[in-house]
């Protein structure tokens, strides 16, 4: 008999091609008078045009997000936040720059806009994660959900191809965990599974054509799908490994997922035989694990921990903090094992159960 339980998250969002226009009439129905932009250094240009859009409505711009939210930063942001009087944040950009909104909204109870330039997904969730002492700690809180979500494929189009790769096997990652449960919830599995779909029919397009709006604008709506799964959902194993080598080793975030995926998947298979086996057939493969090393092969992502500057002599260290604390998964999981799983990630092998 299926049992399970579902709530969905306060999600406000619009998603068309030039939707980044409506920004100034939202924040007026939405009531905020000074907002502060955020963005990377490498997206300030950017973050000035949209004070611009904004006009009057526009507070500041903090242009210093970094992945994995370092406590400095958001203490930097934080302090400009207090002193342009803030009344809500907008994020443009990736996960760096959405991490840092919703960090903001957790720690300084500021209202968030999300504008997504990439396919992190993150911007569905209700995690936030602030990056300490070579530790990445997580948390979940509906406060840090956007007000307000943009999607605009537009906005991606400047996104280099290399980079919309691993972005979108980021996203992948946020969908896959989400069937392959032991604990399936079927309005998440659909919405995961629906991602899943999408990614995989977009990203190959666009490393063919990096100027297929249509397959941009697919890859955006399933990396939507996708956060969603994960923001109603669960993470295991896999999150777990991807916030112990972002935190301790500072690892870049989406390729880190691309490469440490396909072998969590197959950790996992044997304990969730029928959610696997979904993801092989939504994908048209007959090996979901394999599948997905292969769909990164064919997108041109790192396949191996030390393309992306993880030394061997690290896996015992993060072997041993992924399992320093308990956490739900769907197989038992040892140090041992994870030290495996490490060893054929970090020499870029075909994942196979450990």
Same mark, same amino acid.
């Given at each position: 008999?299926?049992?399970?339980?579902?709530?969905?998250?306060?999600?406000?969002?619009?998603?068309?091609?030039?939707?980044?226009?409506?920004?100034?009439?939202?924040?007026?129905?939405?009531?905020?008078?000074?907002?502060?932009?955020?963005?990377?250094?490498?997206?300030?240009?950017?973050?000035?045009?949209?004070?611009?859009?904004?006009?009057?409505?526009?507070?500041?711009?903090?242009?210093?997000?970094?992945?994995?939210?370092?406590?400095?930063?958001?203490?930097? *942001?934080?302090?400009? +936040?207090?002193?342009?009087?803030?009344?809500?944040?907008?994020? /443009? =950009?990736? $996960? !760096? @720059?959405?991490?840092?909104?919703?960090?903001?909204?957790?720690?300084?109870?500021?209202?968030?806009?999300?504008?997504?330039?990439?396919?992190?997904?993150?911007?569905?969730?209700?995690?936030?994660?602030?990056?300490?002492?070579?530790?990445?700690?997580?948390?979940?809180?509906?406060?840090?959900?956007?007000?307000?979500?943009?999607?605009?494929?537009?906005?991606?189009?400047?996104?280099?191809?290399?980079?919309?790769?691993?972005?979108?096997?980021?996203?992948?990652?946020?969908?896959?965990?989400?069937?392959?449960?032991?604990?399936?919830?079927?309005?998440?599995?659909?919405?995961?599974?629906?991602?899943?779909?999408?990614?995989?029919?977009?990203?190959?397009?666009?490393?063919?054509?990096?100027?297929?709006?249509? *397959?941009?604008?697919? +890859?955006?709506?399933?990396?939507?799908?996708?956060?969603?799964? /994960? =923001?109603? $959902? !669960? @993470?295991?194993?896999?999150?777990?490994?991807?916030?112990?080598?972002?935190?301790?080793?500072?690892?870049?975030?989406?390729?880190?997922?691309?490469?440490?995926?396909?072998?969590?998947?197959?950790?996992?298979?044997?304990?969730?035989?029928?959610?696997?086996?979904?993801?092989?057939?939504?994908?048209?493969?007959?090996?979901?694990?394999?599948?997905?090393?292969?769909?990164?092969?064919?997108?041109?992502?790192?396949?191996?921990?030390?393309?992306?500057?993880?030394?061997?002599?690290?896996?015992?260290?993060?072997?041993?903090?992924?399992?320093?604390?308990?956490?739900?998964?769907?197989?038992?999981?040892?140090?041992?094992?994870?030290?495996?799983?490490?060893?054929?990630?970090?020499?870029?092998?075909?994942?196979? *159960?450990?």
């Amino acid at each position: 008999m299926l049992e399970f339980n579902y709530k969905a998250l306060p999600w406000n969002i619009l998603f068309g091609a030039g939707a980044l226009q409506r920004l100034p009439q939202e924040i007026e129905k939405l009531g905020f008078e000074r907002a502060m932009v955020l963005t990377t250094p490498q997206q300030q240009t950017a973050g000035e045009e949209i004070l611009q859009l904004i006009g009057t409505k526009g507070a500041g711009l903090f242009s210093e997000a970094k992945m994995h939210v370092p406590a400095q930063t958001l203490k930097a *942001a934080k302090s400009l +936040a207090d002193e342009i009087k803030a009344d809500c944040t907008i994020s /443009l =950009g990736g $996960g !760096s @720059t959405t991490g840092l909104g919703k960090a903001l909204a957790a720690k300084n109870s500021l209202p968030n806009i999300a504008i997504p330039t990439s396919f992190a997904g993150s911007e569905m969730t209700n995690i936030w994660a602030v990056s300490e002492t070579g530790r990445k700690v997580t948390a979940r809180d509906e406060v840090v959900v956007p007000t307000l979500t943009i999607y605009d494929p537009e906005l991606t189009l400047t996104m280099p191809v290399g980079f919309a790769m691993v972005s979108g096997l980021n996203a992948l990652a946020q969908a896959v965990v989400n069937v392959a449960t032991d604990k399936p919830n079927p309005i998440v599995a659909s919405m995961a599974l629906d991602g899943i779909r999408a990614l995989v029919s977009a990203l190959p397009r666009i490393k063919a054509d990096p100027d297929d709006f249509d *397959a941009r604008a697919e +890859a955006l709506y399933g990396a939507s799908m996708a956060g969603a799964a /994960l =923001g109603t $959902g !669960s @993470t295991g194993l896999h999150h777990k490994l991807c916030h112990v080598f972002g935190g301790t080793f500072n690892t870049p975030h989406a390729e880190t997922h691309a490469i440490l995926l396909p072998h969590s998947v197959a950790y996992n298979a044997a304990a969730a035989e029928q959610g696997t086996q979904r993801i092989s057939e939504v994908m048209g493969v007959d090996d979901a694990a394999l599948g997905i090393f292969e769909l990164a092969g064919i997108l041109g992502a790192p396949q191996a921990l030390s393309e992306i500057g993880v030394k061997e002599s690290d896996l015992d260290e993060a072997a041993a903090v992924v399992t320093e604390q308990s956490f739900n998964n769907p197989e038992s999981v040892t140090t041992d094992r994870v030290r495996l799983l490490l060893q054929r990630a970090f020499e870029g092998l075909p994942p196979e *159960a450990v």
